[in-house]
């Protein structure tokens, strides 16, 4: 492993853009549970049986009860040292980066990065889910325990829902393009992430086609460990503090 942590230190040193695409494995050391790893499961329910407007038609209360303890899951973790890594990097004057992120955990925003685009939405924020004009507009929601009756849209009383992308749903357009832009980069890093997930798993091919240097850090292989020009298999909260330091000492 040091020799691809070298080879990928001197490609970013040399670099004068770097996108970072992260998933839920940066969250992992900071106690949030990933969607398809050992603690994804709700009861029994899989992310994908939730996680969609027919379940939240069929079952408003039982998707806020999960999205309630989600929050109040996250509520109690706090950034770790990859997201500190990330939010160091996006300041940083000489080298342009920018994050991309799945999560919806606003860790990486509580670390302090700039810029940060997020595919996913976030899940302290909640929308209309009538689809009033007004309440499309998402607002921040920080109420962590349900009570007895569901969350409503302040415009229109109809239900609120969180803002977060559920399967099946198109990602806002604002922020695919913000991503699509950031992937013309001199390096594409993508980092805990299982990369199954479209459009996000895409971006990395994106950067590729238009001639980035494709990194990945993950504890396993993942679909997008084939394409990538080093895979450094290893955790991101160990991993990207150890290029941190080998990039400072140059
Ligand atoms: P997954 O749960 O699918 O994958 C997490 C990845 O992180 C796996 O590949 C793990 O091997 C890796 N991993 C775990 N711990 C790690 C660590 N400490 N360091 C490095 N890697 C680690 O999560 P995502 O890829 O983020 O979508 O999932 C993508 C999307 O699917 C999510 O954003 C969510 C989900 O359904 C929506 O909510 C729309």
């Known amino acids: 492993m040091q020799e691809e942590l070298r080879t990928l230190a001197s ?20 106690g949030v549970p990933t969607f398809r790893g050992p603690e994804g499961l709700w009861r029994s329910f899989r992310p994908e049986d939730l996680a969609t407007p027919s379940a939240f038609e069929r079952d408003p209360a039982l998707v806020w009860e999960w999205y309630a303890w989600r929050r109040q ?14 939010a160091r990097w996006s300041h940083d004057e000489s080298t342009q980066v920018h994050v991309v992120t799945q999560n919806v955990d606003d860790l990486h925003l509580r670390a302090g990065t700039r810029g940060l685009i997020r ?38 009383d109809g239900l609120a829902r969180p803002a977060v992308v559920w399967f099946g749903e198109s990602l806002d357009a604002t922020d695919v393009a913000r991503a699509a832009e950031a992937a013309s980069c001199d390096v594409f890093l993508t980092v805990g992430t299982s990369a199954i997930v479209y459009p996000a798993a895409g971006f990395a091919r994106i950067a590729r086609g238009r001639g ?22 290893g955790a991101a909260e160990d991993v990207l503090p150890t290029l941190d330091r080998l990039l400072v000492a140059g």
Request: charged share 20%; aromatic share 6%; glycine share 6%.
């Open 11 to 30: 490609r970013l040193r040399a670099a004068r853009t770097v996108t970072v695409m992260t998933g839920a494995g940066v969250s992992a050391a900071s």
């Open 73 to 86: 899951r996250v509520a109690s973790c706090r950034p770790n040292a990859a997201h500190e890594v990330l």
């Open 119 to 156: 595919l996913h939405g976030s899940l302290w924020e909640a929308k209309c889910f009538d689809g009033c004009a007004a309440g499309a507009r998402a607002w921040r929601d920080e109420t962590v325990t349900l009570t007895n009756r569901l969350p409503r849209c302040p415009h229109c």
């Open 212 to 233: 980035a240097y494709i990194a990945e850090i993950n504890l396993e292989q993942t679909p997008a460990s084939a394409s990538a020009d080093v895979s450094i298999f």
